[in-house]
Nanobody, 117 residues
Framework: QVQLVESGGGLVQPGGSLTLSCAAS????????MAWYRQAPGKERELVAR???????NYADSVKGRFTFSRDNANNTVWLQMNSLKPEDTAVYFC???????????WGQGTQVTVSS
């Protein structure tokens, strides 16, 4: 089992920055891929960014160039640095992880990000 705890959400003005973090704990051999998804009111959940254990990150076109995904394998922690935030980035952000060996995807409870003046 993997428990994921997200933090760092909040209210920020357009153009501002936030950093989300997600720490994994529990009983597992190793954390493999990790990702951030988000869900805005009335919209479907969407993938924001994914990072491999080796640190290769991929981003949705909507956040490319503004968000940076990084990880610390020793501490099973990831961060999503979000810059130049826009109102359309407002959503609940979820951290997702899978393990090696694969036993399914684990989801955090989510953290609210609100971009508003």
């Amino acid at each position: 089992q993997v428990q994921l705890v997200e933090s760092g959400g909040g209210l920020v003005q357009p153009g501002g920055s936030l950093t989300l973090s997600c720490a994994a704990s529990g009983s597992f051999f190793s954390i493999n891929n990790m990702a951030w998804y988000r869900q805005a009111p009335g919209k479907e959940r969407e993938l924001v960014a994914r990072i491999t254990r080796g640190g290769v990150a991929n981003y949705a076109d909507s956040v490319k160039g503004r968000f940076t995904f990084s990880r610390d394998n020793a501490n099973n922690t990831v961060w999503l640095q979000m810059n130049s935030l826009k109102p359309e980035d407002t959503a609940v952000y979820f951290c997702v992880a899978d393990t090696f060996p694969y036993r399914g995807d684990y989801w955090g409870q989510g953290t609210q990000v609100t971009v508003s003046s």
